[in-house]
Antibody, heavy 120, light 107 residues
Framework: DVQLVQSGVEVKKIGESLKISCKSS????????IAWVRQAPGKGLEWMGI????????KYSPSFEGQVTMSVDKSISAAYLQWDSLKAADTAFYYC?????????????WGQGTLVTVAS | AIQMTQSPSSLSASVGDRVTITCRAS??????LGWYQQKPGQAPKLLIH???SLHSGVPLRFSGSGSGTDFTLTISSLQPEDFATYYC?????????FGQGTRLEIK
C-alpha cells in the first residue's frame, strides 16, 4: 500500500527555522512528483509547490517562492519542506501529496498533515 | 496563475438531495481538474480526476463534468458521510490552484 507519513506537531517561535518531513513507502519514490499544500486554521487549501524526487526539479507557487524550500532524500524516500525564518502567518497544517498519472494527473495519496504553530 | 472560482461557498442540503458544486477557471484548463473531499481533521481525499473520471473506490453517486473553463461536481443522492468540504484543483498548468472550497452542511 502507498503511504505518506508526515512528521509530528511543531511549535516554534517567530524567526526560528524548521524542516518537516514526508516519508513515502509502497512505491518507487523517485518516479512520482510530491506536492505540498498549506491549510491555515479555518481556511481553504493552498497549493505551495511540487518536487520530482529523481532530479529534485521543483516548481513553486509564486506565493511561496522564496518563503520555503522543498527538498528530497531519495535514500530514505523522504520529502522535506523547510523554512529559514518562520512568521506567525506560517501557522497552518501542511500536507504532502503524491501526484499520479500524466494526462490526466491527480493526487491520489496524501500524508496525514503536520501542524505547525508559530508563536511570538 | 489560473484563478479557480468555486461556488457556492456553502450549501445546506438534506440526506437524499442532489447537489451540484461548480468551478470556473480563468482560462481554459481542458480537462485538468480534480475534485477533493475534506472532512474535519483529515487530509483531502481524491474523488474525481481529469474532470470526469471517478477515482477508484469512490461511490457512484459522485460524478464530474465539464471541460475548458466550466466544471461541475454532482452528488446524486446525499449520504450522511458526504457532509464535508469540497475543493476543485486545476492541475493543468503550474502553479496548480485550488478553488476556495464549498462547505456542505446538513439542513
Amino acid at each position: 500500500d502507498v503511504q505518506l507519513v508526515q512528521s509530528g506537531v511543531e511549535v516554534k517561535k517567530i524567526g526560528e527555522s524548521l524542516k518537516i518531513s514526508c516519508k513515502s513507502s509502497g512505491y518507487t519514490f523517485r518516479n512520482y512528483w510530491i506536492a505540498w499544500v498549506r491549510q491555515a486554521p479555518g481556511k481553504g487549501l493552498e497549493w505551495m509547490g511540487i518536487i520530482y524526487p529523481d532530479d529534485s526539479d521543483a516548481k513553486y507557487s509564486p506565493s511561496f517562492e522564496g518563503q520555503v524550500t522543498m527538498s528530497v532524500d531519495k535514500s530514505i524516500s523522504a520529502a522535506y519542506l523547510q523554512w529559514d525564518s518562520l512568521k506567525a502567518a506560517d501557522t497552518a497544517f501542511y500536507y504532502c501529496a503524491r501526484q499520479t498519472g500524466t494526462n490526466p494527473t491527480y493526487f491520489d495519496s496524501w500524508g496525514q498533515g503536520t501542524l505547525v504553530t508559530v508563536a511570538s | 496563475a489560473i484563478q479557480m472560482t468555486q461556488s457556492p461557498s456553502s450549501l445546506s442540503a438534506s440526506v437524499g438531495d442532489r447537489v451540484t458544486i461548480t468551478c470556473r477557471a480563468s482560462q481554459s484548463i481542458r480537462s485538468g481538474l480534480g475534485w477533493y473531499q475534506q472532512k474535519p481533521g483529515q487530509a483531502p481525499k481524491l474523488l474525481i480526476h481529469g474532470a470526469v473520471s471517478l477515482h477508484s473506490g469512490v461511490p457512484l453517486r459522485f460524478s464530474g463534468s465539464g471541460s475548458g473553463t466550466d466544471f461541475t461536481l454532482t452528488i446524486s443522492s446525499l449520504q450522511p458521510e458526504d457532509f464535508a468540504t469540497y475543493y476543485c484543483l486545476q492541475d493543468y498548468n503550474y502553479p496548480y490552484t485550488f478553488g476556495q472550497g464549498t462547505r456542505l452542511e446538513i439542513k
